[in-house]
């Protein structure tokens, strides 16, 4: 799988962002808590360079909290501040400021050395199209989306939104990769609805999560199909268990298996089957693990 993913307003949003980098202060990218390495774009990295960083674990409440707890070491061991959160209630977004503030306490310090009390954080929000990054942004800002002045950065495609009088946020588009070239991280982001499912159909797409879930939750699996997923057990294999268990039969006995994949991803897209992460810090030295191998 080769997705090609880059239509010109992305190209337009990399370079602007790069443009506008000298704007801010810190770099703030918001990532889903159960996919710490696919909802991250790699391009990141190299735009914003030495750049302070603060990582927004988001999705926290669907993501397994003692995975997050490691990600965050992870994360905080690259010299990168975080906050875990989940932006559609508004659950932890209160300790954003205070991180922010604590990832820029050297430079605030500098500030003050030079007599610029209160001037206002700037942090440029980045994240990949829906990973929650607009709703973020709208629960930081008590949904007060209001330029924060006229000057460089402010054009049509992003906007600074003050959120108070010491904290200033630009929004940018969301900026995907150029392309897919590992098929697990283009699974993984199909598996969230990050991504639309027509990059496979919706079987083949759940023979994946499945193989997936059965290797870091099969517990999750037993709970919600009522069967145990065997060393042994194909994707196909445990699909048709949990039709079977399920009950979704079609004329003659024969199982609903398109009906199957879509309930599995719908029951995991809306936490249904707990809180699960499908990656960790080790899958980024072996390559994200797609439960296939």
């Given at each position: 799988m080769n997705i090609q993913w880059y239509p010109g307003h992305m190209t337009k949003t990399r370079r602007m962002m790069a443009e506008n980098l000298k704007y801010v202060d810190v770099v703030v990218e918001v990532i889903d808590a159960r996919i710490p390495i696919a909802s991250r774009n790699p391009d990141i990295d190299d735009l914003v360079g030495t750049k302070p960083r603060v990582v927004v674990l988001n999705?926290?409440?669907?993501?397994?909290?003692?995975?997050?707890?490691?990600?965050?070491?992870?994360?905080?061991?690259?010299?990168i501040s975080v906050l875990e959160c989940d932006a559609r209630t508004g659950a932890g977004v209160k300790q954003f400021s205070p991180i922010m503030r604590e990832a820029l306490k050297e430079q605030i310090a500098k500030w003050r050395e030079k007599g610029q009390v209160g001037r206002p954080v700037r942090a440029m929000v980045v994240g990949i199209p829906n990973v929650g990054k607009s709703t973020f942004i709208n629960k930081v800002a008590k949904k007060k989306s209001a330029k924060a002045g006229d000057r460089p950065g402010v054009t049509r495609g992003k906007q600074w939104v003050t959120v108070d009088q010491g904290l200033e946020l630009l929004d940018t588009p969301g900026i995907l990769w150029p392309k897919f070239e590992d098929e697990t991280i283009a699974l993984h982001l199909a598996f969230t609805g990050a991504v639309r499912d027509a990059i496979m159909d919706t079987e083949t797409l759940a023979f994946h999560l499945i193989q997936l879930l059965a290797k870091r939750k099969p517990e999750a699996v037993e709970a919600r199909f009522k069967f145990k997923p065997e060393e042994d057990m194909t994707g196909w294999d445990m699909l048709e268990t949990g039709a079977r268990k399920r009950g979704f039969l079609i004329s003659g006995g024969e199982i609903d298996l398109e009906r199957m994949a879509s309930i599995l991803l719908d029951e995991f897209r809306g936490g249904k089957m707990g809180r699960i992460t499908l990656e960790m810090p080790e899958d980024l030295d072996k390559g994200a693990a797609d439960g296939t191998t």
């Amino acid at each position: 799988m080769n997705i090609q993913w880059y239509p010109g307003h992305m190209t337009k949003t990399r370079r602007m962002m790069a443009e506008n980098l000298k704007y801010v202060d810190v770099v703030v990218e918001v990532i889903d808590a159960r996919i710490p390495i696919a909802s991250r774009n790699p391009d990141i990295d190299d735009l914003v360079g030495t750049k302070p960083r603060v990582v927004v674990l988001n999705r926290a409440d669907q993501a397994d909290p003692a995975a997050s707890k490691v990600w965050g070491a992870y994360f905080r061991s690259q010299g990168i501040s975080v906050l875990e959160c989940d932006a559609r209630t508004g659950a932890g977004v209160k300790q954003f400021s205070p991180i922010m503030r604590e990832a820029l306490k050297e430079q605030i310090a500098k500030w003050r050395e030079k007599g610029q009390v209160g001037r206002p954080v700037r942090a440029m929000v980045v994240g990949i199209p829906n990973v929650g990054k607009s709703t973020f942004i709208n629960k930081v800002a008590k949904k007060k989306s209001a330029k924060a002045g006229d000057r460089p950065g402010v054009t049509r495609g992003k906007q600074w939104v003050t959120v108070d009088q010491g904290l200033e946020l630009l929004d940018t588009p969301g900026i995907l990769w150029p392309k897919f070239e590992d098929e697990t991280i283009a699974l993984h982001l199909a598996f969230t609805g990050a991504v639309r499912d027509a990059i496979m159909d919706t079987e083949t797409l759940a023979f994946h999560l499945i193989q997936l879930l059965a290797k870091r939750k099969p517990e999750a699996v037993e709970a919600r199909f009522k069967f145990k997923p065997e060393e042994d057990m194909t994707g196909w294999d445990m699909l048709e268990t949990g039709a079977r268990k399920r009950g979704f039969l079609i004329s003659g006995g024969e199982i609903d298996l398109e009906r199957m994949a879509s309930i599995l991803l719908d029951e995991f897209r809306g936490g249904k089957m707990g809180r699960i992460t499908l990656e960790m810090p080790e899958d980024l030295d072996k390559g994200a693990a797609d439960g296939t191998t």
